[in-house]
């Protein structure tokens, strides 16, 4: 059972569905979903946040691995400097908030991005949670100041300054090499990407890591999305067929 659990366990208990090993999510729709209310746009980030405890716990209670969620993109630094400051302030209070809660249930959390764009203090703080939570049975990695092509453009970095001091044969570079220097784990790529808000689009979120993923689009927007909405997109990936490249024929039992 879970500390302080907050998401609501008779209905993960009645869950009997699919769940997957690896669970990414594009958070979108805060903004709006506190426009529809006229509210400023920094409330909606307030109540999605409340949406990303109920999401790790219910993740965490039926078994899933590892939760990836996207919080705030390297073109998020362009919206304007309130909400970014109050994004901020939210991390900040995100980490304070949730250390026993993360600590009791037993979740490891990783940030990934761009973390030198982040204020010292919060680099700290961020440090300092990570080593807290070190070893944790589910791995919840937040995507913070983080793009897809900004982590590409490092990785192949990375990797030409290896081969550049000559601890890497250039013909020894194929896609483990390149896996292995991204700010994910080279071996837990998405099995589900969940995207709110029904934006049909990937946002520069995972691009390395999503090549085979299974996808799932709702209407709903983030502050909105709970147990039945997460239960609802777990029971549509149980229904796909995944081929990784393979004909249907190949995955038969033989």
Same mark, same amino acid.
């Given at each position: 059972?879970?500390?302080?659990? =907050?998401?609501?366990?008779?209905?993960?208990?009645?869950?009997?569905?699919?769940?997957?090993?690896?669970?990414?999510?594009?958070?979108?729709?805060?903004?709006? #979903?506190?426009?529809?209310?006229?509210?400023?746009?920094?409330?909606?980030?307030?109540?999605?946040?409340?949406?990303? *405890?109920?999401?790790?716990?219910?993740?965490?209670?039926?078994?899933?691995?590892?939760?990836?969620?996207?919080?705030?993109? &390297?073109?998020?630094?362009?919206?304007?400097?309130?909400?970014?400051?109050?994004?901020?302030?939210?991390?900040?209070?995100?980490?304070?908030?949730?250390?026993?809660?993360?600590?009791?249930?037993?979740?490891?959390?990783?940030?990934?991005?761009?973390?030198?764009?982040? &204020?010292?203090?919060?680099?700290?703080?961020?440090?300092?949670?990570?080593?807290?939570?070190?070893?944790?049975?589910?791995?919840?990695?937040?995507?913070?100041?983080?793009?897809?092509?900004?982590?590409?453009?490092?990785? =192949? !970095? *990375?990797?030409?300054?290896?081969?550049?001091?000559? =601890?890497?044969?250039?013909? @020894?570079?194929?896609?483990?090499?390149?896996?292995?220097?991204?700010?994910?784990?080279?071996?837990?790529?998405?099995?589900?990407?969940? *995207?709110?808000?029904?934006?049909?689009?990937?946002?520069?979120?995972?691009? #390395?890591?999503?090549?085979?993923?299974?996808?799932?689009?709702?209407? =709903?927007?983030?502050?909105?999305?709970?147990?039945?909405?997460?239960? !609802?997109?777990? *029971?549509?990936?149980? &229904?796909?067929?995944?081929?990784?490249?393979?004909? @249907?024929?190949?995955?038969?039992?033989?």
């Amino acid at each position: 059972m879970l500390g302080g659990l =907050t998401a609501d366990e008779d209905v993960l208990r009645a869950y009997d569905g699919p769940v997957p090993a690896h669970v990414a999510a594009i958070m979108d729709g805060n903004g709006r #979903w506190a426009t529809q209310r006229d509210m400023k746009r920094i409330r909606g980030h307030h109540e999605g946040a409340e949406s990303v *405890r109920v999401v790790v716990e219910c993740c965490r209670y039926l078994g899933v691995k590892s939760l990836t969620l996207y919080a705030f993109s &390297s073109q998020n630094w362009g919206r304007p400097d309130d909400e970014v400051g109050g994004l901020m302030t939210l991390f900040d209070l995100y980490i304070k908030r949730e250390r026993n809660r993360l600590i009791a249930n037993k979740v490891e959390l990783r940030i990934i991005g761009e973390r030198e764009r982040l &204020s010292e203090n919060l680099q700290g703080a961020i440090a300092q949670l990570e080593a807290d939570t070190a070893g944790g049975e589910m791995l919840l990695q937040v995507a913070v100041s983080y793009g897809g092509r900004e982590e590409i453009v490092r990785a =192949t !970095q *990375r990797i030409a300054r290896e081969v550049a001091a000559g =601890t890497l044969e250039p013909d @020894a570079i194929d896609a483990d090499v390149l896996a292995a220097h991204m700010f994910t784990p080279p071996d837990a790529d998405p099995d589900l990407v969940i *995207r709110t808000s029904g934006e049909f689009r990937v946002s520069n979120f995972l691009l #390395w890591q999503i090549a085979y993923a299974e996808f799932f689009v709702t209407p =709903t927007l983030w502050p909105d999305f709970r147990e039945p909405e997460l239960l !609802q997109a777990f *029971r549509e990936f149980g &229904s796909r067929e995944r081929r990784f490249g393979h004909t @249907a024929a190949q995955l038969e039992p033989q």
